[in-house]
Nanobody, 123 residues
Framework: QVQLAESGGGLVQPGGSLRLSCAASGRTSIGYAVAWFRQAPEREREFLGAISHGASARDYADSVKGRFFVSRDNDKSMIYLQMNDLEPEDTAVYYC????????????????WGQGTQVTVSS
């Protein structure tokens, strides 16, 4: 079992930046990939980006490529989502999720989820 907890959400102005953190605990010694998703009201959960356990590979959705960056520090069991040039359309609840093995894009492929953190982009 891996437990995840997101933090770092809040209110940011359009064009601003925000870094979300995801703290992993539990059986973090096993290899696990981590992805970030978001979900806006009345919309499906959307894949944003993912990183392999050793951080050798990343994958990004086209909608955020070049603006969002995923990183991790396995010594601290932390995974990060750096978000730049934020737009009102980025307003959503943001989740980190983990799965054993390689990363994937479908939410159903992830075994472990955090509780989410709200990001609001507004002037």
């Amino acid at each position: 079992q891996v437990q995840l907890a997101e933090s770092g959400g809040g209110l940011v102005q359009p064009g601003g930046s925000l870094r979300l953190s995801c703290a992993a605990s539990g059986r973090t010694s096993i290899g696990y990939a981590v992805a970030w998703f978001r979900q806006a009201p009345e919309r499906e959960r959307e894949f944003l980006g993912a990183i392999s356990h050793g951080a050798s590979a990343r994958d990004y959705a086209d909608s955020v490529k070049g603006r969002f960056f995923v990183s991790r520090d396995n010594d601290k069991s932390m995974i990060y989502l750096q978000m730049n040039d934020l737009e009102p359309e980025d307003t959503a609840v943001y989740y980190c999720a983990a799965r054993n093995g390689w990363f994937a894009r479908a939410p159903a492929d992830y075994h472990y989820w955090g509780q989410g953190t709200q990001v609001t982009v507004s002037s």
